[in-house]
């Protein structure tokens, strides 16, 4: 069973630059979410996609986007890149069980530093 | 709305000597919760939940957590820690309804010296 990658590893921009992050899924999840963590924070929730729908979204500008495609991997995409948007973005997939709960297992993580 | 405390944001321990990292939470509406580990540059990996039940939960790596609903507290402990348990520790809440979204605290770093 693969687990959740993301690519790329790290990456460098400058401030006003557009970036995009991929991740895809476990096998068998069909659902995505999105976090930030800036250094030294806790994660932050961006917002979760499901079965290729916007599903919940925390408080971060409309200019952090996002697509998830028919095999379920996901696309997340800054515009307009802030010297605030350094940070690592962790992706995490989970697929519900029927229950109230569906455990959420993450990535690796992209590192964006934002000069 | 939820929101997460770690009241320390660095642990440094000596090894084999026991560790409790305290997590208090807030939150409106019932939540779950859950203590993860991110080892250095890496992702979040689970450690334990509490989902319902029994108040005392016991997770990998020797760790367990207890739920206490009267002092909206989930403090982790570990009897004795190892070198290997050096990394980043964070406790989250996520309601029973919704996106089902995890709040995070801000993390404590635990250290182990020899």
């Known amino acids: 069973e693969t687990g959740v990658t993301q690519s790329p590893t790290h990456l460098i921009k400058t401030r006003g630059q557009q970036v995009t992050l991929r991740c895809s899924s476990q096998?068998?999840?069909?659902?995505v979410s999105w976090y930030q963590q800036a250094l030294g924070q806790g994660p932050q929730f961006i917002f979760q996609?499901?079965?290729?729908?916007?599903?919940g979204r925390g408080n971060f500008p409309p200019r952090f986007s996002g697509l998830q495609f028919p095999n379920y991997s996901s696309e997340l995409n800054v515009n307009a890149l802030e010297l605030d948007d350094s940070a690592l973005y962790l992706c995490?997939?989970?697929?519900?069980?029927?229950?109230?709960?569906?455990?959420?297992?993450f990535g690796p993580g992209t590192r964006l530093t934002v000069l | 709305a939820q929101s997460v405390t770690q009241l320390d944001s660095q642990v440094p321990v000596f090894e084999e000597a026991p560790v409790e990292l305290r997590c208090n939470y807030s939150?409106?509406?019932?939540?779950?919760l859950f203590w993860y580990v991110q080892y250095p540059n890496q992702g979040l990996q689970l450690l334990l939940k509490?989902?319902?039940?029994?108040?005392l939960v016991k997770g990998i790596n020797g760790f367990e957590a207890e739920f206490n609903k009267s002092q909206t507290s989930f403090h982790l402990r570990k009897p004795s820690v190892h070198i290997s348990d050096t990394a980043e520790y964070f406790c989250?809440?996520?309601?029973?309804?919704?996106?089902?979204?995890?709040?995070f605290g801000q993390g404590t770093r635990l250290t182990i010296n020899p």
């Open positions: 996609y499901y079965r290729e729908e916007e599903n």
């Open positions: 096998s068998g999840h069909n659902t």
């Open positions: 989250a809440v996520s309601a029973f309804e919704g996106a089902q979204k995890l709040v």
């Open positions: 939150s409106s509406v019932s939540v779950y």
């Open positions: 995490a997939s989970s697929s519900p069980t029927g229950s109230s709960y569906n455990e959420q297992f």
């Open positions: 509490y989902l319902s039940g029994s108040t």
